[in-house]
């Protein structure tokens, strides 16, 4: 497929809900599928249906409920997995299965015991299967990453035979460089007969820190689907960021790729997500952390009051954000202390500031963070030396 639209396929209700700790409840599922699919995502991965019976009901549920994104649900390779999956997407306008193997020689030798030739078959005979509930035919090539590029194309042109309608290239592991990671999507594109048949799908994880960087880079070489989570959340270091890879593109046009994704509910989700997970955010959080758009040191606050793009390169609007933040801090200078001061009342001479200042300085050096009621505080001690107009 030659289309510059990237798909962005949600698996926080499956691969994000694996975190420990973190189970959700069908009616919490469903509260953040209705939102992903306000959100605009285009698949909504909404669980294993085997794996348990609240898995199956929440799966159906959101099969229920949700009328634009397509629906997608995890399987082995087992024909019980895809039947009981078949059976959750009954109500699903758009449903989609989701099979696949590991094709990594760790995968083969120790998890199957097998052959290539062997998974090979069982691969075929997955996708063939499903393809008899369902035409949207996900497979996923667990432990891509780490996975020979010839076998990875032999495996992915015998699925496609077989009816697969989308490639989901995993780095399952973490452990791909970006140009290892892009190489291997630009070696299935032209390696792989009828490829241009299908959508190849980035799935990466963050073992390295390298998640969204891998998936980008999947992007710019073919790939048109990017398998992440609100909140980047998942098993172990956790999965591609939603917000990251979407801003990321949304920032870079001259990438020619976009999304569907309304960025302006970006940080309303997240919040959403950590809520129900009960998952803190670190505050530098790329995109939606509390710090995101929040500024201490002085000599970026003075750049960010006379022009916020000196020193942002995305207007916090954009992804649901209200403003940007002044921090007041031992770093902060005076232009900060008389941003601040006018936001609450006081609007400052450039000798009652210097004044102010010296007093504020005193004042941060005794803690990490000056609020509005400590900037009152100070406005009062100064008044003693120099009245302050307040307007």
Do not use: W
Not at 9 to 29: A, I, S, Y
Not at 34 to 46: C, F, K, N, P, Q
Not at 345 to 355: R, S
Request: net charge neutral; with cysteine; glycine share 6%.
């Amino acid at each position: 497929m030659q289309d510059n639209k990237v798909q962005i396929f949600d698996t926080t209700l499956r691969d994000g809900e694996q975190v420990p700790g973190c189970k959700l409840n069908t009616k919490q599922k469903l509260v953040i599928a209705e939102r992903l699919d306000v959100l605009g995502v285009d698949v909504i991965e909404a669980g294993f249906p085997v794996s348990s019976p609240g898995d199956f009901e929440s799966v159906n549920e959101i099969s229920k409920m949700v009328k634009n994104a397509t629906i997608c649900g995890l399987t082995r390779a087992v024909k019980k997995d895809i039947e009981i999956a078949a059976k959750a997407l009954k109500y699903a306008v758009k449903p989609r299965i989701h099979t696949g193997i590991g094709t990594s020689p760790t995968h083969i030798k120790y998890k199957f015991n097998a052959s290539q030739d062997e998974v090979i078959q069982r691969a075929k005979e997955a996708v063939s299967y499903a393809k008899n509930f369902v035409d949207d035919i996900e497979f996923y090539a667990e432990d891509a990453g780490r996975t020979d590029n010839v076998f990875l194309a032999k495996i992915c042109e015998e699925v496609i035979k077989s009816g697969a309608t989308v490639l989901n290239i995993p780095d399952t592991t973490g452990y791909c460089l970006p140009e290892e990671y892009g190489a291997k999507i630009k070696y299935l594109k032209e390696h792989v007969k009828d490829i241009e048949k299908v959508t190849i799908s980035c799935h990466c994880h963050n073992d390295l820190g390298l998640a969204t960087a891998n998936s980008i880079a999947g992007v710019i070489n073919g790939a048109r689907q990017i398998e992440c989570t609100i909140n980047g959340v998942g098993e172990r270091a956790g999965n591609t960021a939603l917000e990251e890879v979407v801003m990321i593109l949304k920032q870079h046009p001259y990438l020619n790729l976009h999304t569907d994704i309304n960025t302006k509910k970006l940080y309303d989700i997240s919040q959403l997500v950590k809520n129900e997970m009960g998952i803190y955010i670190q505050p530098n959080k790329a995109i939606v952390g509390e710090n995101a758009f929040a500024h201490s040191s002085g000599i970026h606050q003075d750049g960010v009051i006379k022009n916020r793009e000196t020193y942002e390169i995305m207007n916090p609007k954009d992804v649901g954000v209200d403003k940007s933040k002044i921090v007041l801090t031992a770093r902060s200078g005076r232009a900060a202390l008389a941003y601040r001061a006018k936001n609450i009342g006081y609007n400052l001479t450039k000798i009652q500031l210097d004044e102010a200042y010296k007093t504020f300085l005193k004042f941060a050096d005794k803690q990490k963070k000056v609020i509005d009621e400590d900037v009152h505080f100070i406005m009062e001690q100064v008044n003693k030396i120099s009245k302050i107009a307040t307007i």
